[in-house]
């Protein structure tokens, strides 16, 4: 696919002066700009990814009308291309096998905002492991919502795999330590640890979740944000990073390794959610989570969001 943010107008102006100056990208910009958020990427990163396609297309020399319409469009495209491609950069089933050779079994957390599919999207990765050959534990950390560990059994019995449990009086950190200790024994592969909702600004719940990540060193700490979210996804991954960092009492200074995107089967083609959190928090995407059932797991398709965003 190809886009024009350019039109004759502005390229005959380059043209004439032979070099790319500010005040000629200003309208292209608009267009890129106008197009990011329409797509839903929070607001400051469609200004920051201007900024970076502004800075390097500035100054570079150009003769053919042709020829320089394809290297705005390119530069705009490899911008995009770049802060995407963390989405990629993982390789999550090499690591679980580097792990199991150790006889280690490996450790996900997963943390989010309330609801936003946190134990639907590690149900569905629990099915994606067993069908990778790995034998999975399922930790039932949420010690804060009603009907949080019952909801995880459900799933457990749906997918044939054990959950460690202790209700809803133990401090969830405790649960974490425990279930992974009974997996070692076990020579079960991955643990996955679910952990309740909570507001990014919500410092004590925060302390909680920060307590239970530098407890354990998870292996991976992922992130689930919706890709219904606008704007607040860059603030709620920058606040979980921060508290992971500050929160610590043990001085770990963790931070979000990864992200869960969910939903992605509710909202068109607005995916800009993804390039907000990739750039938010340099983290990679490593899973879209694109229905209710434990199949709607997809990896991200770099060309194609970029062909959405520009669209
Ligand atoms: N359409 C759609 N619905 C989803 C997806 N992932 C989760 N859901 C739904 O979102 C709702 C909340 O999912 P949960 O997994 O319970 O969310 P959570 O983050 O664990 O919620 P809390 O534990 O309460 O914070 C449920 O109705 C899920 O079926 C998805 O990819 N697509
Ligand atoms: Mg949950």
Redesign the pocket.
């Known amino acids: 696919m190809f886009y024009e943010f350019t039109d004759a107008g502005i390229l005959k102006n380059i043209i004439r002066n032979k070099s790319i100056r500010k005040e000629d990208l200003t309208p292209v910009l608009e267009r890129v700009r106008e197009s990011l958020l329409r797509k839903n990427v929070a607001a400051s990163i469609a200004e920051q990814v201007c900024a970076d396609t502004c800075a390097s297309l500035i100054g570079k020399q150009v003769d053919m009308l042709e020829s320089l319409n394809k290297k705005i469009n390119a530069v705009i495209r490899n911008s995009l291309a770049r802060i995407l491609s963390h989405a990629e950069s993982f390789d999550l089933l090499m690591q679980i096998r580097a792990a199991k050779a150790k006889k280690i079994p490996y450790t996900i957390t997963f943390v ?1 905002v ?8 590690l149900s569905k990765v629990a099915s994606w492991l067993l069908s990778n050959g790995f034998t999975v534990l399922i930790a039932a950390c ?1 010690t804060f ?1 009603a009907g ?1 560990v019952e ?1 995880l059994r459900t799933h457990c019995q749906r997918l044939d795999v054990p959950l460690y449990e202790r209700g809803y009086e133990k401090d969830p950190a405790k649960i974490a330590q425990e279930a992974i200790l009974q997996a070692r024994h076990q020579g079960i592969d991955v643990v996955l640890i679910d952990t ?2 909570r507001m990014q600004d919500n410092e004590p719940l925060m302390r909680a979740l920060s307590n239970l990540v530098s407890l354990n060193s998870p292996d991976l700490v992922l992130f ?1 944000g919706e890709a219904l979210v606008g704007n607040d996804a860059v603030d709620q991954l920058q606040k979980f990073d921060s508290s992971l960092v500050n929160l610590d009492r043990r001085g770990k200074k963790r931070i979000i390794d990864g992200i869960v995107v ?5 909202i068109d083609d607005k995916v800009g959610a993804i390039l907000s959190m990739v750039f938010a928090s340099g983290a990679p995407v490593l899973f879209i ?4 059932s434990y199949q ?1 797991l997809q990896t991200p398709n770099i060309e194609n969001l970029i062909d959405t965003l520009l669209s």
Do not use: I, L, P
């Not at 309330?114 to 639907?120: D, E, Q, Y």
């Not at 969910?262 to 509710?266: I, V």
């Open positions: 989010g309330n609801g936003v599919g946190k134990s639907t999207s949420d919502r949080a909801q309740a909702g689930v969910s939903k992605f089967d509710t989570g694109c229905g209710q709607d």
